[in-house]
């Protein structure tokens, strides 16, 4: 996971980083949205051991979600990340909405189990 190399020196190319991967996880968890979405309208079930994949993988994503809501706030409380704190509180409002949609992607997929 990312850590703050040093707080004293801006280095942006870190928050670019973490910018990236979640921008990555955005089109992932759309992406898995409306594959998850198509599936329920139209009846579409799957075995349980490839929905426990699909939860394990939003799992995972739900603890980046996290680690990464808690990397951005400690860059938007340095003073030397100041210009970029728009951008920053933006991108945690990403996180905000994507920790949602992520939690409604797994219980869309509970949903999904072949009985």
Known sequence: MHKIKNVHQPDISEIHSIFDEIDYLVAFTQQMEESLRN???????????????????????????????????????????????????????????LEIQTAANIGTAANLVKK
Not at 64 to 77: D, G, P, T, V
Request: charged residues 30%.
């Open 39 to 97: 599936a329920y309208i139209q009846k579409v079930t799957f075995p349980a051991d490839e929905l426990a994949k699909i939860r394990q993988n939003h799992t995972r994503h739900f603890h980046k979600i996290r680690e990464f809501k808690r990397i951005l706030a400690e860059y938007c409380q340095n003073f030397h990340y100041a210009q970029h704190r728009s951008e920053i509180r933006n991108y945690l409002h990403n996180l905000e909405e």
